[in-house]
């Protein structure tokens, strides 16, 4: 009969880890989030992970792993720069495996990182053997390939991680030795650097400060415990046009769009769970980059790629990026400087762990085919190739799995918005859409084919506020103007339509320009 030993070694860290996931159950319940199992599922398999890398894997597994992992995603990213691999989505010309170049380019930088900090460590080895050095040329040569796709992904954030990682292992490895010169060196080149990314794309920056500002109003509105999982997701945009409703002068009248993302983690955080998240994220990060007391290669390591992911998420958003979040994950349990010593009980909780995560893994794949079937149908329904009938038993079918998955959902809904002729055919299901400009402009347009011209005009007016610098729901009034028989409004209404400023010209706006001058020519007073 063995003995029930407590688990011991049990570091701050793990304390801290423990008290952010109960944390997260808290804010749940506060906020009455309705669990899905792919939800349970993302944050168990990370609770997982922190454990295995506290009990089994070593620092120079988990480099080899992310080194590895980025070459892979960097030969794709090159087969797509070559045009012999279609990019996940067609908007963009290198993706990788992920639907985004941000968060592809950013874990390329923290690949890039753990090939770089390799290089330093074989080289750097005390038995120095031919395989050492041979080991250690060819991360670098990792390193050189890694970064050469990362610049064609053309990602600031990514650039910043990529160099704040490398210094902040200078940091670690030699902080006794640096001096006010090297700090005011590091301050000049900043500067220069800051200077030279916010010359570049400025509408990109504006738009982020934009959305930082109208974050600080939600953050202001729900402080202490924010306002829960998925609430930038599904509240951004309200709080935008409140903004745009106060402040219709704004700077960033021009740069507003239809958003999802924070861009920022830091900002996310706090929006989401509040000033005590980031508190307790701020607790863990203190203990993990700056109370342990190890400096050497593989352990400055780890604690840079923490920061270069930090720096990443600072101008972008990882956090919703699954494997990203493996990445941080793992980095913060080696950052650890003595494994979990457990005891059978210990292994029998794992064990368990284990067993229920991958049960719900099972369970989440057979939804994520769902997921693809039901997207599928709703791009066949755009085409025009499934009527509205047919997508709303989809939908009323697989609502518990669409409630789950809020951007599937608002296309399978808006889709049969705009094939429908009655607002009640989808009156109960329209509440649940998150509020944007598009989705915004389809309901007012159900409105506007059932002839409800005020409810109409709400939503295209809200539409408007959200994003001022958008011309379809102009356009759009112009329509209802035209309907409803009001030749004034539909001129005043025309009028802004031809002086409308936008960022780029498309066949939309020019097809909204073209009807606007055609309304004026044929009907000049």
């Known amino acids: ?98 639907s985004n170049p941000g968060p592809y ?66 940091f670690y490895r030699f902080k006794d030795k640096i001096t006010k010169r090297h700090i005011l060196f590091l301050i000049l080149i900043s500067g220069v650097l800051f200077f030279v990314f916010s010359s570049y794309k400025r509408g990109s920056i504006a738009g982020r400060l934009l959305i930082w500002r109208v974050s600080l109003d939600m953050i202001i509105s729900s402080p202490i415990y924010g306002h829960g999982p998925f609430s930038v997701e599904r509240q951004y945009m309200l709080y935008q046009r409140d903004y745009f409703k106060a402040h219709p002068q704004s700077i960033f009248r021009d740069v507003g769009s239809n958003n999802r993302s924070v861009y920022n983690e830091f900002i996310h955080l706090t929006v989401e769970e509040g000033i005590l998240g980031l508190i307790i994220l701020s607790m863990l990060l203190y203990e993990v980059l700056f109370k342990l007391r190890k400096n050497g290669v593989l352990e400055s390591s780890i604690r840079s790629i923490i920061i270069g992911w930090l720096l990443f998420g600072s101008f972008s958003y990882p956090s919703e990026e699954f494997v990203l979040n493996v990445v941080l994950v793992s980095m913060v ?63 009323d079918t697989n609502i518990g799995l669409l409630e789950n998955d809020q951007y599937l959902y608002d296309r399978c809904v808006l889709s049969i918005c705009r094939q429908s002729e009655r607002v009640e055919e989808v009156e109960h299901l329209i509440g649940r859409v998150t509020p944007s400009c598009e989705s915004y402009c389809a309901i007012g347009d159900l409105y506007l084919r059932e002839r409800n011209y005020a409810q109409a005009a ?35 209404y025309a009028k802004m339509i031809k002086e409308f400023p936008v960022k780029i010209e498309n066949t939309k706006t020019l097809k909204y320009r073209t009807e606007a001058k055609e309304y004026l020519q044929n009907n000049t007073i």
Not at 148 to 164: D, H, K, P, Q
Request: glycine share 6%; net charge positive.
């Open 458 to 492: 709400k939503y295209f007016k809200e539409a408007h506020y959200m994003v001022p610098g958008m011309l379809t729901p102009i356009w759009y009034l112009f329509k209802m103007s035209l309907a409803k028989e009001d030749y004034e409004g539909a001129r005043n």
């Open 105 to 170: 380019a950013g874990l390329l930088s923290l690949s890039a990182l753990s090939s770089l900090f390799l290089g330093i460590y074989y080289s750097r080895n005390k038995t120095n053997t031919p395989r050492s050095k041979a080991i250690s040329v060819f991360m670098y040569i990792l390193f050189i390939f890694t970064v050469c796709i990362l610049f064609l992904s053309n990602s600031r954030a990514s650039i910043v991680s990529l160099l704040g990682g490398s210094l902040s292992y200078l």
């Open 333 to 395: 349990g080696l950052s650890n400087e003595q494994k979990l010593n457990i005891s059978k009980v210990g292994y029998m909780f794992y064990s368990l762990l284990f067993i229920i995560v991958l049960t719900i893994c099972v369970h989440c794949h057979s939804s994520d085919h769902q997921r693809s079937k039901i997207m599928q149908s709703i791009l066949s329904s755009e085409r025009g190739n499934i009527n509205k009938d047919s997508l709303k038993k989809i939908l």
């Open 1 to 98: 009969m063995y003995s029930l030993r407590r688990i011991h070694t049990l570091s701050r860290i793990d304390f801290i880890v423990f008290l952010y996931y109960l944390y997260g159950v808290i804010c749940l319940f506060i906020h009455k989030i309705p669990l899905s199992s792919c939800y349970i599922y993302k944050w168990g398999l990370l609770l997982l992970v922190y454990i295995t890398c506290r009990i089994y894997f070593s620092y120079r597994f988990i480099l080899h792993i992310l080194s590895a992992y980025g070459f892979y995603e960097s030969i794709i990213g090159l087969l797509q720069f070559l045009e012999l691999k279609a990019p996940v989505s067609a908007l963009f010309k290198i993706t990788g495996s992920f």
